[in-house]
């Protein structure tokens, strides 16, 4: 009989309270791995470390997942520097006393002194493609921390190929120990745009404009506020812009901008909402707008596709690469362009049908299912390779 092949999951850093992209990440692949059959996990044995906080200490699925061993170690996630010191001094010793085959940390960055066999998700390359968009000290963390990624024993995954390039181009990763796997999205998003309310009849004279995320500087979210203005002062519509995600740190800054540009009424700055509430506010709007000109993936813009909604997003690699003719993309600093286009989908409800129908079937090419099925297949590529070849 084969023995098992054990497998670590750095969980620690995984706060409750964050809802951002990499954590959205984590928390499918560990639930996709407390959900499956064991005969689908094959040989594989998984040891989840978490910290004290984690959501996964009274996760009911794990009483009865016999393949995931539960470490709880005596880190808080919210308490970042601390965690990060823990996760450089003392996790390894912890790591090399579980005799892993693989150990996967799924943030970014992993514990350097750990010299065994190793997978990193890189996230994002914001560092290289804008450096003085991240503070000096995170900087310089995470080139002291990447330069493990050049290690023979440590494989990297990125979340697009455009980002991939950026990290293999940077990074100096030999592309036999780099591999992409594409995030996935929710199967409610599908469900819901089944008993979708878009108005496909009729020309909008007051289009709902959405937008959710984090608004940091590269999200470029005073874009939107300047389209908005042009639509009421340019081609006459009444449109309504809702921003979702606007912590009170950042909403002086925005309101500022509403100001300059006297488009306070069309404006609504909204705080951040539980993941549940995303699809009724995707529901409820006509035309999610993503102007970022930086990202590696963009989950909120794959809901929005799986939903059935129009979206317009900025003209970048990713965008291109990952979801194609499901979007109509515009220059990141042209509002003329992005009130154009919104203008003439208002004027033609073909149009935004067809954008949507696009859309969703870009989006069902995605799944949290296959993005783990990927995970699974190359676990067991890393530690049995003759056994995988053989396959």
Not at 4 to 29: H, S
Not at 184 to 209: D, M
Not at 255 to 275: F, G, M
Request: aromatic residues 8%.
């Amino acid at each position: 009989m084969l023995s098992p092949i054990k497998i670590g999951i750095n969980a620690v850093y995984l706060d409750p309270n964050r809802r951002g992209g990499a954590e959205t990440y984590v928390r499918q692949l560990v639930n996709q791995l407390i959900t499956r059959p064991t005969v689908e996990l094959e040989r594989l044995q998984f040891v989840l470390f978490v910290s004290q906080d984690s959501e996964f200490i009274n996760h009911p699925g794990l009483r009865n997942q016999s393949r995931i061993e539960l470490v709880v170690t005596p880190v808080q996630a919210n308490k970042k520097f601390q965690r990060i010191g823990w996760e450089q001094v003392y996790f390894p010793r912890l790591l090399n006393q579980h005799q892993l085959e693989l150990m996967h940390f799924p943030y970014g960055t992993m514990s350097v002194r750990y010299k065994r066999a190793s997978i990193v998700t890189v996230h994002d390359t914001l560092r290289f493609c804008f450096p003085e968009q991240m503070p000096r000290s995170q900087r310089l963390y995470r080139s002291w921390n990447e330069r493990a990624l050049r290690r023979n024993n440590v494989h990297a995954i990125a979340v697009s190929h455009a980002d991939a390039q950026i990290a293999r181009e940077q990074l100096k990763i030999p592309p036999d120990r780099m591999s992409v796997i594409y995030h996935g999205v929710n199967p409610e998003f599908g469900e819901l745009n089944r008993a979708s309310t878009g108005r496909w009849t009729e020309k909008l004279t007051a289009p709902q404009l959405l937008w959710i995320g984090r608004p940091y500087i590269r999200k470029n979210v005073e874009l939107l506020i300047r389209v908005v203005h042009q639509l009421e002062a340019i081609f006459g519509l009444q449109p309504q812009l809702k921003l979702v995600g606007i912590e009170s740190a950042d909403r002086r800054r925005m309101e500022k901008q509403i100001e300059r540009t006297d488009a306070a009424e069309l404006i609504e700055l909204s705080p951040p909402v539980p993941h549940r509430e995303v699809p009724e506010l995707l529901r409820q709007a006509d035309f999610f707008l993503y102007p970022s000109l930086y990202e590696s993936f963009g989950i909120p813009v794959l809901e929005a596709l799986a939903i059935g909604l129009p979206t317009i997003c900025a003209d970048i690699a990713p965008f291109r690469e990952l979801y194609g003719d499901g979007i109509i993309t515009c220059s990141g600093s042209s509002p003329n362009a992005w009130a154009k286009v919104i203008k003439e989908l208002c004027d033609q409800p073909e149009q935004r049908q067809q954008l949507s129908e696009r859309g969703v079937r870009r989006a069902a090419e995605f799944s949290w299912k296959k993005c783990i099925d990927e995970h699974l297949e190359l676990y067991q590529r890393l530690t049995c390779p003759k056994e995988y070849e053989s396959q």
